[in-house]
């Protein structure tokens, strides 16, 4: 079976840009993830859409609320049809079980995967929230956490995928945003790593927004960094 290691972000303010773009690739090519700001702008129509045309879509957002209500949006998500979606472990275990009880209703059920720690958060962000762990520490604490409450993986920098792999096993997900080829600039990334870094260092997925979807010709920059995995 086909296997797309590439979810492209699809990072546009509408549905007529984002259906566009999925008309230029195909599903045997990528995968596809739904964030807030389309989400907002377009709702589940859209993803309903983008899941009838064959794509395995991720819906990137994010939740983090009480137990109850994260288990009937999980269960919501679940029933649009998505390949996977994500929470925040800060929300703790008994969140993170409620969401997994939730995706339990559909046959088929999405990957639920989680946050650790935002990488645009620093150290001193955390101290300012009153959270005094270094934050490599936390960030395998919540991984742990994720793992232990019945979740699929974790959304992490592909710089700390080896680490990572290396503590909560083989079988976790990995999916790794940040991740630029040798080709693109970085735009507002600092940690960037290519794709078959990523790759090497244990991601199982990777997230990939604008070289792809600002590239003039997004199907054919997605043919190079596809190309580019599979010589690994
Ligand atoms: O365009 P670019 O490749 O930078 O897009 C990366 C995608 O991954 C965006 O949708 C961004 O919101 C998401 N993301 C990220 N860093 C994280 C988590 C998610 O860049 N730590």
């Not at 290519?194 to 090497?200: G, N």
Request: glycine share 8%; hydrophobic share 45%.
């Amino acid at each position: 079976m086909n296997d797309p290691r590439i979810i492209v972000a699809l990072d546009f303010a509408g549905k007529k840009q984002a259906l566009e773009f999925a008309r230029k690739t195909t599903p045997a090519q990528c995968r596809l993830k739904v964030g807030k700001e389309l989400f907002t702008s377009c709702g589940p129509a859209l993803v309903e859409e983008l899941v009838a045309a064959g794509y395995d879509v991720f819906l990137d957002l994010k939740f983090h609320d009480i137990p109850n209500t994260v288990q009937k949006a999980a269960s919501a998500a679940a029933r649009l049809g998505v390949w996977m979606l994500n929470v925040h472990a800060l929300g703790g275990s008994a969140m993170m079980r409620a969401a997994r009880d939730g995706v339990e209703i559909v046959a088929r059920r999405p990957f639920l995967i989680a946050v650790t720690v935002l990488t645009s958060m620093s150290e001193q962000d955390l101290r300012d929230s009153g959270i005094d762990k270094p934050l490599p520490q936390l960030v395998r604490q919540l991984a742990r956490n994720t793992l232990d409450s019945g979740l699929d993986g974790v959304v992490c920098s592909a710089r700390e995928a080896a680490g990572l792999r290396a503590d909560i096993g083989d079988a976790a997900l990995l999916v790794t945003p940040g991740i630029r080829p040798e080709w693109a600039r970085a735009d507002d990334q600092q940690r960037i790593v290519t794709p078959r870094q990523a790759l090497a260092a244990g991601a199982s997925y990777l997230v990939i927004g604008r070289p792809i979807t600002g590239h003039a010709d997004p199907a054919y920059a997605l043919e190079l960094i596809s190309e580019s995995i599979a010589q690994r």
